[in-house]
């Protein structure tokens, strides 16, 4: 591809202009640690997020910037805009604007030198013709067809590697081992309901202990126990709507590693 990104880009040595733009699709904490590399390597993100995102590790997620306004995570800003117009402004204070805009409607508009999807672990509608250089994370995406090249976000030898024909592992919905633990470390609704937190993300928390309830349209609140002990990495901003198996809370069973709740994780 020619533009900002060099024509030896399939060969592994791209070269990227500074002031070239870079949209990520998703504020997630998967996608807020891209935005952070990017940005620390003082390229140019626009972040563009949903109107209720749904991240459970809040404190490393940027998406926050949706409800709250801005989000801080190690030292990176990010401040919600209303129109594409406003990033500019942004930009010039050193952090990242967060841009409500699920459908990516701006892409056109904006003419991004990159597009990167960190949105979901399936296509939400991403493809190579929205940008010079397109890049997906993770499962859903099949690289030289619906991207230019798909990254690996599994946990084990293959994390992070770059995909040029082909696709990532396909998702198992089996969480990577923390500690001992996978699948009981993340917690899912167990009903429908809207959820409210009875604890926060860096308590202790022990298992069989109560962390937040689901109450259902009848009018019943369903608790939500953790099912082991550890920190509380992960937990759902109160008032959101779930449906059962919703990703609800992240347990991290390493008790002393209170700063892993504030920190981006090596995923």
Known sequence: HGGAVADTFPRGESK???DALIIVRGG???ATGTIHR???????VLVLETTQPAAIRRQVALCEAVYEGEATVEGLRAVRIEELEQAQSVWAQGAVPVLVDPEGACIARAKPDVVVDAMAKRNLG???NMAPLTIALGPGFVAGQDVDAVVETKRGHRLGRII?????IPNTGIPG?????GAERVIHAQAGGVFMNVRKIGDLVEKGEVIATIRTPEGADIPVTAQISGILRGLLRSGYPVTPGFKI?????RREELSNCFLISDK
């Open 16 to 18: 990227m202009k500074k």
């Open 177 to 181: 081992v923390i500690g001992g633990y």
């Open 38 to 44: 990017l940005w620390s390597a003082g390229l140019r």
């Open 164 to 168: 040029r024909e082909g696709s990532a």
């Open 28 to 30: 997630g904490d998967l």
């Open 126 to 128: 991403t493809c190579r």
């Open 249 to 253: 809370a992240d347990i991290d069973p």
